[in-house]
């Protein structure tokens, strides 16, 4: 098992930021994807970004629209998701998640059944 614990949610007005951490309580194979997923109400989760553990390669999906940032740090076991320009259609709980196969045809994926280890999500609102 790999803790995950998630923070940094809240409730910010359209086209401002967040910054959401991920603690990692456990070793992650540094060839491993982690990677962010949301969930909003009565919508099915889907995934955000996603980044190799080791060499930081990133993988995105288009509902970001280039808005969002993963990033992460090895040494402090830690995973960040930088947000820009929310909008309210962003509003949702956001995961943290580990530890999905790298695959060299396709990279990380974003799918959440790849993925095993799984935080207990913050919440972002974002107004109008």
């Known amino acids: 098992q790999v803790p995950l614990v998630e923070s940094g949610g809240g409730s910010v007005q359209a086209g401002g930021s967040l910054r959401l951490s991920c603690v990692l309580g456990?070793?992650?194979?540094?060839?491993?994807?982690v990677a962010w997923f949301r969930q909003a109400p009565g919508k099915e989760r889907e995934g955000v970004a996603a980044?190799?553990?080791?060499?930081?390669?990133?993988y995105y999906a288009n509902s970001g629209g280039g808005r969002f940032t993963i990033s992460k740090d090895n040494a402090k076991n830690t995973l960040w998701l930088q947000m820009d320009n929310l909008k309210p259609e962003d509003t949702a709980m956001y995961y943290c998640?580990?530890?999905?196969?790298?695959?060299?045809?396709?990279?990380?994926?974003?799918?959440?059944?790849?993925?095993?280890?799984w935080g207990q999500g913050t919440q972002v609102t974002v107004s109008s």
């Open positions: 980044i190799v553990f080791g060499r930081g390669t990133t």
């Open positions: 456990g070793s992650i194979d540094y060839s491993k994807c």
């Open positions: 998640a580990g530890a999905a196969s790298y695959r060299g045809a396709t990279g990380c994926s974003l799918m959440s059944y790849e993925y095993n280890y």
